[in-house]
């Protein structure tokens, strides 16, 4: 367990410039659009993920550091889609199956998206 809170170790973090309420929940949509494709690709059915008013106002009650967390998180995700969803379609163009490294893939998001939700419901403030 750490010694210091998180805030003075996120304290210069560009990822506090990302961890705007609004902006981490365009982001966490946006990332959930990949999803969607990646579910495609990977012979999945899309989840009926609804991101709107009742994740904005988890988000708003977060401490900042929770925040940057979700956010920096949420940033690797979208890099690790991106780059994902490339290769995969170069397989597709190719004429190649993509279900078992997309797959793959999904499960990596899976994971993140379960440490992002487990960081937004952890207690802003831990007693001591």
Do not use: K
């Amino acid at each position: 367990m750490a010694t210091l809170p998180p805030e003075p170790i996120l304290s210069h973090s560009p990822a506090l410039d990302r961890a705007a309420p609004e902006v981490l929940a365009e982001a966490l949509v946006a990332l959930h659009g990949q999803a969607a494709t990646l579910a495609l690709l990977a012979r999945l059915a899309p989840e009926p993920v609804e991101i709107g008013g009742e994740l904005g106002a988890v988000i708003v009650r977060t401490a900042p550091w929770q925040r940057a967390i979700v956010a920096q998180t949420a940033a690797d995700c979208a890099a690790m889609m991106e780059s994902g969803l490339a290769a995969l379609g170069t397989l597709t163009r190719r004429g190649q199956d993509t279900s078992a490294p997309a797959l793959v893939l999904w499960r990596e998001f899976h994971a993140a998206r379960a440490a992002m939700v487990s960081v937004l419901q952890t207690p802003a403030t831990e007693p001591a």
